[in-house]
């Protein structure tokens, strides 16, 4: 072989052990470059997972709220209809009592002892056109 013939000899052993360099190289970025993709692609699902469970959390307890909201509105209106029937009650109570004054007062006038605390006197003299400051 002629010395021209070893250059070329040598310039092509050279440039394929620098291309074979350049194909290790590139692979190994390849291969970096898969497991960061990879990594990144765990991290992303465990983020994902986190997220999912923070949303279902929070349906859970938006449900939680509605369902205490429905119940405090049921509750309000159980106690709206007993303060309305207790209102009615007592409204039937203070007429019975004035009935039962006025009846008292048919049976005996000259009686002032109405006593209902309620004002009744007054009421009562006034009927009868007693004057308020004439207490007999």
């Known amino acids: ?27 190994m970025g390849r291969r970096r470059k898969i497991e960061a993709n990879r990594a990144k692609a765990n991290e992303l699902r465990k983020e994902g997972n986190r997220t999912r469970l923070r949303a279902d959390e929070e349906a859970a307890n938006a449900a939680t709220a509605e369902a205490r909201a429905r119940q405090t509105r049921v509750m309000a209106e159980k106690l709206e209809q007993e303060a309305t029937s207790r209102a009615k009650d007592a409204q039937g109570s203070r007429d019975r009592a004035k009935e039962h004054h006025r009846r008292a007062m048919e049976l005996d006038p000259d009686n002032d002892n109405l006593g209902d605390g309620d004002g009744a006197l007054e009421d009562q003299r ?3 056109s007693i004057p308020v400051n004439d207490q007999r």
């Open 126 to 128: 006034q009927q009868r």
């Open 1 to 27: 072989m002629s010395k021209n013939q070893l250059i070329v000899l040598g310039v092509a052993v050279a440039i394929i052990i620098v291309l074979g360099l350049i194909g290790v190289v590139v692979q």
